[in-house]
């Protein structure tokens, strides 16, 4: 069974850096793209940093600079380093992963469940 599982989610202070980790596991064919996004209470889900099916990392305008993606597709994971972390930042942060099980013919959206980021001021 596929599953995507995040660590790395803590409280920092504004100023502050967090490393976020993801981690595609079970039995995968492949994985297309994957790509960090965040939730705020009472807001859309936006993208943070994606990794699009070319391997090219986006970012959001709001992170430009301060961010940095990574993954390794051999060992099916995926960092987020985060610098320079602002209150307004403050979100759950999900790890998402288009991928092709082996069990499957075709790609597949997969969400972890999240990791809380709390920055104070």
């Known amino acids: 069974q596929v599953q995507l599982v995040e660590s790395g989610g803590g409280s920092v202070q504004a100023g502050g850096s967090l490393r976020l980790s993801c981690a595609a596991l079970?039995?995968?064919?492949?994985?297309?793209?994957m790509g960090w996004y965040r939730q705020a209470p009472g807001k859309e889900r936006e993208p943070v940093a994606v990794?699009?099916?070319?391997?090219?990392?986006t970012y959001a305008d709001s992170v430009q600079g301060r961010f940095t993606v990574s993954r390794d597709n051999a060992k099916k994971t995926m960092d987020l380093q985060m610098n320079s972390l602002k209150p307004e930042e403050t979100a759950v942060y999900y790890c998402?992963?288009?991928?092709?099980?082996?069990?499957?013919?075709?790609?597949?959206?997969?969400w972890g469940r999240g990791t809380q980021v709390t920055v104070s001021s």
């Open positions: 998402k992963a288009k991928l092709i099980p082996r069990s499957s013919w075709h790609p597949l959206d997969y």
């Open positions: 079970g039995d995968i064919y492949i994985i297309n793209s």
């Open positions: 990794f699009e099916s070319d391997g090219r990392a």
